[in-house]
């Protein structure tokens, strides 16, 4: 299974943006990478998600790394709605799991 | 927006008691799955399904079965709850296609006394 690093923990200031990153070296050439993200007491919400190319959505943005050992997800303008516990995952092929690692906390200060 | 329902979002049981815990979702998901996340120990999957009837163990199975009679809906049932399986309980469906993301629900916290 391919293994992720994130940091344990960011801070970000209000408005600005946030570069979260995730190292996934093991990464198969046909896993996709996936990003959630968990506020308190709630389940893990689905925040984008790609291959080799950058994406966007209206939530973010996904930089992945041409050798595709990494990957970041970019938030454009960090709110205090987005605080919260950011999980990169590798989507392995041919398995059905989901390996959440431990995520990094973003703190968002008004 | 893809719906994940949980029955409930807080539930105390007491050992011994058989549990069930209920999921739905309204988008026709091919697959779903059970988690439960416990502090320092993240999200661990206990059993997933595949299509309607089918099931496989996750990681962490023991102590626990689960029943899909319809598409829509995947439960999960403690046969004798115990006191270590008081825990977060999280809910996702997908589509059956290979790096579809998951949906969760909103989880339901249990607490076995």
């Known amino acids: 299974d391919a293994k992720t690093t994130q940091p344990n923990s960011m801070e970000s200031n209000e408005e600005e943006p946030v570069h979260l990153p995730c190292n996934h070296s093991?990464?198969?050439?046909?896993?996709?990478i996936h990003w959630y993200r968990q506020l308190p007491s709630q389940g893990p919400e689905y925040v984008i998600h790609g291959l080799t190319s950058n994406v966007n959505n209206r939530m973010a943005s996904l930089a992945i790394a041409e050798d595709r050992k990494s990957s970041t997800l970019i938030l454009h303008r960090a709110t205090l709605r987005d605080a919260a516990v950011y999980y990169c995952i590798p989507d392995t092929s041919g398995t059905y799991k989901y390996i959440f690692g431990t995520g990094t906390r973003l703190k968002v200060l008004a | 927006d893809v719906k994940v329902t949980q029955s409930s979002r807080y539930l105390v049981k007491r050992t011994g008691e058989k549990v069930f815990l209920e999921c739905v979702q309204d988008?026709?998901?091919?697959?779903m799955f059970w988690y439960r996340q416990d502090p320092g120990l993240g999200l661990r999957l206990i059993y997933f399904?595949?299509?309607?009837?089918?099931?496989e163990k996750g990681d962490i199975p023991e102590g626990y079965s689960v029943s899909r009679e319809k598409k829509e809906r995947f439960s999960l049932i403690l046969e004798s709850a115990s006191t270590n399986q008081t825990s977060m309980y999280l809910c996702?469906?997908?589509?059956?296609?290979?790096?579809?993301?998951?949906?969760f629900g909103d989880g339901t916290r249990l607490s076995i006394l």
């Open positions: 988008m026709d998901h091919e697959n």
């Open positions: 093991t990464i198969s050439g046909t896993d996709y």
């Open positions: 996702a469906s997908r589509q059956g296609h290979l790096n579809q993301p998951q949906h």
């Open positions: 399904s595949y299509d309607v009837k089918m099931k």
